[in-house]
């Protein structure tokens, strides 16, 4: 019972080599199409982390404007109050009639400097840029300057008292709001 074991012939060793060579090279294709795959899903990775900087910086910029919408809508309401409109009013009258009454002096100082602190907390809102410009503008423009004439006739305040508003008309007169459309952003 002497059995022998086939002898391998070089022609058999060459033909598991290539079929180990084959079966490796089928793993290698299977490695590089998942390293494609990866570099493909970090690729969009990257895009999708772009697009999210995008959409975050313009949701901060509308942020950014719709504070200063509110700022400004904040800061023009004062001009409609009742008691703002009182102290407008009645400065207002004492310029066109020229007259002051001794014992509504003191009323009329009290109204004439109401009005100017609500404009000089608006003109400080406008000139640090905390609220929207064209909305104050469009809101006060006229109003404060039918004021600067009537506070320098009534009112004996020094010129440094006034260089907020002084500023704020300025500045409103140079502000181009025309072409701007109110759903753009700053």
């Known amino acids: 019972m002497n059995e022998e074991a086939p002898i391998e012939t070089p022609e058999g060793a060459l033909k598991d080599e290539k079929e180990m060579a084959t079966s490796h090279g089928d793993r290698g294709r ?5 390293e494609r795959i990866a570099s493909i899903v970090s690729i969009f990775a990257s895009l ?3 697009a ?3 959409f975050l910086t313009y949701q901060i910029r509308q ?3 719709i504070e200063k919408r509110r700022f400004a809508v904040e800061a023009i309401r004062q001009t409609r109050s009742a008691e703002f409109i009182k102290a407008f009013r009645q400065s207002k009258l004492a310029y066109q009639t020229g007259q002051i009454d001794e014992k509504d002096k003191e009323a009329l100082i009290d ?3 109401h009005v100017m602190n609500v404009y000089d907390d608006i003109a400080v809102i406008y000139i640090s840029d905390i609220g929207d410009k064209c909305i104050i503008k469009g809101s006060i423009y006229s109003a404060a300057k ?3 004439a009537i506070s320098k006739a ?3 305040s020094p010129p440094e008292d006034r260089k907020h508003f ?3 008309l300025k500045l409103m007169e140079q502000e181009s709001c025309d072409n701007r459309n109110l759903s753009s952003t700053n």
């Open 30 to 34: 299977f490695w590089l199409s998942v």
């Open 48 to 50: 999708a982390t772009v």
């Open 52 to 54: 999210v900087i995008f």
């Open 63 to 65: 942020t950014n404007t």
């Open 111 to 113: 109204s004439v400097n």
């Open 146 to 148: 039918e004021w600067s």
């Open 154 to 156: 009534v009112s004996s």
């Open 166 to 168: 002084d500023l704020l």
